[in-house]
């Protein structure tokens, strides 16, 4: 039964499995990073049409519009070219591409099998930005607590690890 | 009326594809985005079985996948930039001495 | 109102919002070039129409003609791409805000806004997040040292003060109660102790407001935060390599988002639409635009100011400005205007 939620879905579905499998294509990182995201866009359009609108808005400002900007950044820091195939690669791609489509065919195989109809409404969650805010200072306040402290260790891992190793002070000359 | 088991195969597409590149790439920074597309496949399947089951905790977890998410993301890249100071090269490959 | 009529009306206002603004980016630039001329003690562009006022025209029809150059050695899906993305998500986020109450036409009530989006402000802060995007892009593959310097530094700085601009809109945010931002609008209705108007910035954020405008000003990437594109510094930054159409599209990205802050701003700390309202019924629909238009009037008059008054920040300075005194005087902010909304 062809609906607008259908077509919406199959839409934005056919974006995000066509940037995943550009990822997987394309050579030079930049591309693959521009995929992903497409991937997330698409994913926030899911999301949207599920009913999770402050999910759908978070995703795009935290991880499309933070996380893969962070990605971007790395690949002009570090100049990153197209990468090389080696030995290993050719033998991973040769194995590993029809090894992925086997099980996720399998694993779609089995889901579509099993699954009988039952149907997701458009806008099924509510997901109003008040609702999860009750729900994450409520019931989750520890969980919601100790990610803030993991995002504080990993603020301070983050700019150790990437700081240049402290250089010894030239040895002064005494001149007479 | 979108059956719940097509969002599932979606998201379980996804995660392979995910599988697939870290498996497949050899530029590290490549490799980190496939994990990233792994956590986002993941995420497509909370929220949908949030929204078929009315728990509300899905969408929830869901933010706490984001943040590990970012916060891995920080650190990794802080790694591969410290690789890269020292061994002069994104390849995987070629990562393969503890001593250089 | 049938489903025909809504896209018919959506259509429409579309049309016009997007007119509209395009015309204010051109004027906009009209506006800098005059004001900051005559606080340099020159008249600015006099000679193309009265007091220079078809200059824009003037303009528009040089990028129009000027030889488009692809250097060599560029990226060139990313380098015609990078502009594109710009001036896109620039023009997008002017979708969400509302212009005025709604005006009824014909027995159908049509609000001033293309759509009332309940998480308008964050889809606003979205759109932000995504424009970075056109500046480390085209910086990168511009092939070219400046280029890619300036486009790393404008996007470090951008995703910095993202961060203070969404913290100062979370005050306005507790004291309205929405995310929508006709709701925000509304909730600045009405006037303290008869004639101070109720308006945010008068209602305890004045802090907020400080905030805002700084992290707005590092956003759009206007002096005193503007070293990524600064001509004496980096060339011209990510923008070098650019030319005729493709830097026109820069320039307007960088006019929109102004004029996009300016509406934000408006918004959420000046009240919106609401001012005085007085004669027939026409013009009481016609004046909450009219105030709309004043206050943005006033914003970009204080950003232009801003811009010939004070010099540029050095990187340095400018990053330890937004991590270390912005960032914590937000949270503050935030902190504070929690408590006092929770007592």
């Given at each position: 039964m062809i609906s607008v939620h259908l077509i919406l879905f199959l839409a934005f579905g056919a974006v995000a499995l066509a940037g995943a499998v550009n990822l997987l294509a394309q050579t030079h990182p930049i591309n693959s990073a521009l995929s992903l995201i497409a991937v997330m866009a698409a994913l926030a359009g899911e999301y949207l049409l599920l009913g999770a609108e402050f999910v759908a808005a978070v995703q795009v400002i935290v991880y499309a519009g933070a996380i893969m900007v962070l990605f971007v950044f790395v690949i002009m820091l570090l100049n990153a070219g197209i990468?090389?195939?080696?030995?290993?690669?050719?033998?991973?791609?040769?194995?590993?591409?029809?090894?992925?489509?086997?099980?996720?065919?399998?694993?779609?195989?089995?889901?579509?099998?099993?699954?009988?109809?039952?149907?997701?409404?458009?806008?099924?969650?509510?997901?109003?930005?008040k609702t999860i805010g009750m729900l994450l200072f409520h019931e989750f306040l520890l969980p919601f607590e100790?990610?803030?402290?993991?995002?504080?260790?990993?603020?301070?891992?983050?700019?150790?690890?990437?700081s240049k190793p402290p250089t010894a002070p030239p040895v002064e000359k005494v001149s007479d | 009326?979108?059956?719940?088991?097509?969002?599932?195969?979606?998201?379980?597409?996804?995660?392979?594809?995910?599988?697939?590149?870290?498996?497949?790439?050899?530029?590290?920074?490549?490799?980190?985005?496939?994990?990233?597309?792994?956590?986002?496949?993941?995420?497509?399947?909370?929220?949908?079985?949030?929204?078929?089951?009315?728990?509300?905790?899905?969408?929830?977890?869901?933010?706490?996948?984001?943040?590990?998410?970012a916060a891995e993301a920080a650190v990794g890249l802080a790694i591969i930039i410290a690789v890269y100071r020292t061994r002069e090269t994104l390849n995987v490959d070629q990562v393969n001495l503890l001593k250089l | 109102?049938?489903?025909?009529?809504?896209?018919?009306?959506?259509?429409?206002?579309?049309?016009?919002?997007?007119?509209?603004?395009?015309?204010?980016?051109?004027?906009?630039?009209?506006?800098?070039?005059?004001?900051?001329?005559?606080?340099?003690?020159?008249w600015g562009p006099t000679r193309v129409g009265p007091f220079g006022l078809l200059q824009p025209a003037a303009d528009g029809l040089k990028f129009l003609f000027k030889e488009d150059l692809t250097p060599p050695h560029v990226y060139k899906p990313l380098f015609l791409a990078a502009p594109l993305i710009a001036v896109i998500f620039a023009l997008t986020s002017i979708a969400v805000i509302p212009f005025g109450n709604s005006i009824t036409i014909g027995g159908y009530s049509i609000p001033l806004q293309i759509t009332d989006v309940n998480t308008g402000l964050l889809l606003i802060l979205g759109v932000t997040s995504i424009g970075v995007y056109g500046v480390a892009l085209a910086g990168w593959s511009s092939n070219n040292k400046y280029s890619l310097l300036g486009g790393?530094?404008?996007?470090?700085?951008?995703?910095?003060?993202?961060?203070?601009?969404?913290?100062?809109?979370?005050?306005?945010?507790?004291?309205?109660?929405?995310?929508?931002?006709?709701?925000?609008?509304?909730?600045?209705?009405?006037?303290?102790?008869?004639?101070?108007?109720?308006?945010?910035?008068?209602?305890?954020?004045?802090?907020?407001?400080?905030?805002?405008?700084?992290?707005?000003?590092?956003?759009?990437?206007?002096?005193?935060?503007?070293?990524?594109?600064?001509?004496?510094?980096?060339?011209?930054?990510?923008h070098t390599e650019y030319s005729a159409m493709k830097f026109a599209m820069f320039f307007m990205a960088e006019y929109a988002n102004m004029i996009t802050v300016a509406c934000l701003a408006t918004l959420l700390f000046l009240g919106g639409w609401h001012g005085p309202l007085f004669g027939p019924a026409i013009l009481q629909a016609i004046l909450p635009v009219f105030w709309f238009g004043v206050k943005i009037f006033a914003f970009l008059f204080l950003y232009i100011w801003v811009r010939g008054t004070l010099p540029r920040f050095r990187y340095d300075q400018l990053m330890a400005f937004g991590w270390k005194f912005l960032l914590p005087l937000s949270l503050m902010n935030l902190v504070a205007t929690a408590i006092a909304v929770a007592w």
């Open positions: 990468e090389d195939r080696t030995k290993g690669s050719r033998v991973a791609v040769l194995f590993g591409i029809p090894g992925m489509l086997l099980g996720s065919l399998l694993v779609a195989w089995v889901l579509l099998r099993h699954s009988g109809t039952e149907a997701v409404a458009v806008g099924a969650l509510p997901g109003a930005p100790i990610t803030s402290i993991l995002i504080l260790i990993a603020i301070m891992g983050a700019v150790v690890l990437a | 009326m979108v059956p719940l088991s097509y969002y599932l195969v979606l998201s379980g597409i996804l995660f392979a594809c995910g599988v697939a590149g870290f498996l497949i790439k050899r530029n590290i920074i490549t490799i980190f985005m496939s994990i990233e597309l792994m956590l986002n496949g993941v995420n497509l399947s909370f929220v949908a079985f949030a929204a078929h089951w009315h728990a509300l905790a899905g969408q929830v977890f869901v933010f706490f996948v984001m943040v590990v998410a | 109102m049938p489903i025909w009529l809504y896209i018919l009306t959506s259509v429409i206002k579309s049309a016009i919002v997007l007119g509209v603004l395009l015309t204010a980016v051109a004027y906009t630039v009209w506006l800098e070039r005059k004001v900051v001329g005559h606080m340099q003690n020159r790393l530094r404008a996007s470090a700085q951008m995703v910095s003060y993202e961060i203070s601009l969404g913290l100062s809109l979370v005050g306005v945010l507790i004291m309205s109660g929405s995310f929508s931002l006709r709701d925000i609008v509304n909730a600045q209705a009405g006037h303290f102790w008869g004639f101070i108007p109720r308006w945010n910035i008068f209602h305890g954020q004045i802090i907020g407001f400080f905030c805002y405008l700084m992290a707005a000003y590092a956003e759009t990437n206007r002096i005193p935060f503007d070293l990524p594109e600064a001509e004496t510094e980096l060339v011209a930054g990510y």
